[in-house]
């Protein structure tokens, strides 16, 4: 049977709920629906979908096909609309949000550049360090550092993956001293960003030992680049993602605390309504955007602070 078919007929299904209401939506038969089903957990050789009398559910490995095939069929659709629009100069305008600090040290040095090729294509930029809704919002595209969305209309692309690291300017180690130990962090001064994960416990990590150390910080903000600041000032050690500290930490303004030990990987991703029909103007952007962190090698860089 079409493969495509079959992968179209189980997110659907997967989406809505039952069968009958999937089949509705590809405009099959129920028998037909149920035979593209059965074909293709007899080719995968694995239950895809639990079914009972009332309702359908994904198995464990049924949630993890469906995550693959909604991301194929999106490529799929992202194909067939660049086609579409290959002949259509691109114009309007792309809605952004993202961190502040994201914003000015990613998104904002881009925007000469892709304005130069697309002088058509505006750019509506909102900082903001709390997520807002993309649809509610009409926000075309949301950076954001969480694993995923809790609406399922939403695609995740992953853009890179880096890590926090605590850091301070010399002239605190020069008063304060460096500590050597996760235990030496009580007698410092913490810099707290209020908006990280579970912000007042770091979970460090070294060799598969786990220690969990409560912050008791000297002062507490909801922006990247104030707390960046205050550290840069010798208020203080920080933890941060070295998307905003590498470059600080590379000149020398801010000293690297307790590399030994790891913190969680905080992913990038790029969140936006599904890709079907998705304008130009905004697939332009995501390209441009992940075409720039490969081609600066960001994550191979960011890695190398350890």
């Known amino acids: 049977m079409d493969r495509l078919t079959s992968m179209e007929l189980f997110v659907a299904v997967a989406e809505l709920g039952t069968l009958n ?26 239950r895809l979908i639990e079914r009972t009398t009332r309702r359908l559910s994904l198995t464990t490995i049924g949630i993890e096909y469906y995550k693959k095939c909604k991301d194929l069929l999106s490529e799929i659709d992202q194909a067939e609309s660049s086609i579409s629009s290959a002949a259509v100069e691109p114009e309007g305008t792309v809605t952004i949000t993202s961190s502040i600090s994201f914003a000015i040290m990613h998104i904002t040095p ?32 949301a950076i954001r550092t969480r694993e995923f969305e809790p609406d399922s209309n939403l695609t ?10 605590l850091a301070a300017s010399y002239d605190y180690i020069k008063r ?13 001064d913490i810099l ?37 600041s205050a550290a840069l000032n010798g208020a203080g050690i920080l933890i941060q993602p070295l998307y905003i500290i590498y470059q600080d930490i590379v000149e020398g303004r801010l000293i690297p605390i307790l590399t030994d030990w790891k913190l969680p990987e905080l992913n990038i991703n790029i969140a936006f ?34």
């Open 21 to 46: 209401k999937a089949a509705e939506k590809l405009e099959i038969s129920n028998a037909a629906a149920t035979r593209h089903i059965t074909s293709l957990e007899n080719r995968l050789n694995v």
């Open 110 to 141: 881009l925007i000469p550049k892709f304005n130069k090729l697309y002088p058509k294509i505006k750019i509506n930029l909102i900082g903001a360090n709390r997520y807002q809704d993309i649809i509610d919002s009409n926000i075309d595209i």
């Open 156 to 165: 995740i692309r992953k853009l890179v993956t880096t890590h926090r690291i």
């Open 176 to 188: 304060k001293g460096k500590p050597n130990t996760i235990e030496e962090l009580q007698e410092h």
């Open 192 to 228: 707290l960003y209020s908006h990280a994960n579970n912000p007042r416990i770091l979970s460090f990590n070294k060799n598969n030992e786990i220690k969990n150390f409560a912050l008791n910080p000297i002062m507490e903000t909801n922006d990247g680049q104030i707390v960046r």
């Open 273 to 306: 309504q599904s890709r079907q029909f998705m304008p130009i103007k905004n697939r332009l952007f995501i390209d441009f955007l992940i075409e720039d962190f490969k081609n600066k090698e960001y994550e191979r860089y960011w890695s190398s602070i350890q």
